[in-house]
């Protein structure tokens, strides 16, 4: 019951809140954060990534119907603001880091692969749910910027276009969750080549080998060394990995069950501290906390991996104390978005990127519902395509 309070509980509450607290009306733009009174960001200033990640959160909830009327609409105005403002052209094109919402200007011109690598998944979903070729267009210009702007040497791409360091999965696990929408929604061949090339770093560079920890801070040529940050890991990112493993191989009619048990199991390991069944943010390899807190998306990152596991009754019971804990005492709509590890509320704002991490989960469980198998994110009315092979359009990969 609790995964299905969970679900009620977002698409009720905390998805139509985001969709008028969390929408700036007037410059037409999504906010970065909710104050913890659950007002407004006051000041304008946003990140490109949060600013897609939102876009794709109320495109991919209403291409599964179960958005407010409103969400479409306002998915659209806010990339059309996005393009707009934050789009680099030249040689070196792609989105700029930040923006200002309120003055329509430039904050940090650095094209980074986070950044782009969410405005590519905010962009399958919003083609998904109108069919506008725009967006497909756009979509095959941000893939060529990604690839032109950031070369790197030793595989994946460079961490922005100042080759900034140190190298860091995250951006490539992103990445390679954008090219599984695009695969997953477009039922062509034309974005496997992407995305089988992101899913390949996570074996020739992510992991050093069977049973290995995830690494995320790399040197120029994905070295490790502390002088990168190499012994700092995030639990979070081994469950997000899960998922995205679980998702790859339903793609692609291909198996890593071991590799998804050991992400999992050395997320529990080493992020599980003090009889607490969440994750803290960061640890080193011994399970010694770095970063003494709890943000809520790891935790939302630990239930996708559980479900992706079929371990269905530790997924009810994380459910049942996340609802016990993160969203106790908030507005509506809001959540507490760190605890320290007395579980008690840390954090300063409501940052909308925790609304990305929740809807993932949730689509997940509506998917679930509606079919009674392990779908992917496809609406509906394409249901039962979605029941049929991968493979029979697709073909396996080598």
């Known amino acids: 019951m609790s995964l299905a309070q969970l679900k009620s509980l977002f698409l009720e509450s905390i998805l139509p809140t985001w969709g008028e607290s969390g929408f700036d009306e007037r410059h037409g ?16 200033v946003v990140r490109t990534r949060t600013i897609a990640r939102q876009i794709y959160v109320h495109a991919h909830a209403s291409a599964l119907g179960v958005a407010p009327p409103s969400s479409l609409a306002l998915a659209e105005r806010a990339f059309a603001n996005l393009h707009r403002v934050a789009w680099v052209c030249g040689a070196r094109s ?20 986070y950044d782009n690598a969410c405005v590519l998944l905010a962009l399958s979903w919003l083609l998904s749910a109108t069919g506008k070729e725009g967006y497909r267009r756009r979509i095959d210009e941000t893939i060529a910027a990604i690839d032109r702007t ?4 030793c595989g994946g791409w460079a961490e922005d276009s100042d080759g900034t360091l140190p190298r860091r999965q995250n951006p490539h696990m992103h ?44 040197g120029p040529r994905w070295e490790i060394a502390d002088t990168f940050g190499s012994q700092m890991l995030e639990p979070g990112h081994m469950c997000e990995w899960v998922w995205l493993t679980g998702r790859h191989d339903a793609l692609t009619r291909t198996c890593h069950d071991e590799i998804r048990a050991d992400l999992l199991a050395n997320a529990l390991r080493i992020g599980r501290t003090d009889g607490s069944p969440f994750l803290v943010d960061q640890a080193l390899a011994s399970g010694v906390p770095v970063m003494p807190s709890r943000r809520l ?37 809001c959540w507490h978005d760190r605890l320290d590890l007395d ?38 009315e394409r249901l039962p395509e979605a029941l049929g092979s991968p493979s029979a359009s697709f073909g396996p990969l080598a």
């Not at 923006?99 to 650095?110: G, I």
């Not at 950031?150 to 040497?153: D, G, M, V």
């Not at 049942?320 to 005492?329: G, K, T, V, W």
Request: aromatic fraction near 8%; proline fraction near 6%.
């Open 297 to 333: 998306w790891p935790q939302v990152e630990m239930l996708k991996a559980l479900l992706t596991q079929h371990r269905l009754a530790e997924a009810e019971t994380l459910a049942s104390d996340m609802l016990a804990s993160y969203f106790e005492d908030v507005p509506t709509g």
């Open 94 to 113: 792609g989105y700029a880091r930040t923006f200002d919402r309120s003055t329509e200007t430039v904050t940090d011109p650095v094209r980074d692969l």
């Open 29 to 44: 733009q999504f906010v970065e954060h909710l104050e913890l009174d659950g007002r407004p960001q006051q000041d304008g």
């Open 150 to 153: 950031l070369q790197a040497p």
């Open 175 to 218: 990445y390679l969750e954008a090219a599984l929408a695009l695969c997953e929604t477009s039922r062509t061949p034309t974005y496997r080549p992407a995305e089988t090339g992101a899913f390949a770093l996570l074996q020739s560079r992510f992991l050093l080998g069977p049973h290995d920890l995830l690494h995320e801070n790399f």
């Open 343 to 380: 579980d008690r509320p840390i954090a300063k704002t409501i940052p909308a990127s925790s609304l990305y991490h929740l809807w993932t989960a949730v689509a997940d469980l509506v998917i679930r519902d509606r079919s009674g198998n392990e779908v992917r994110h496809r609406d509906v």
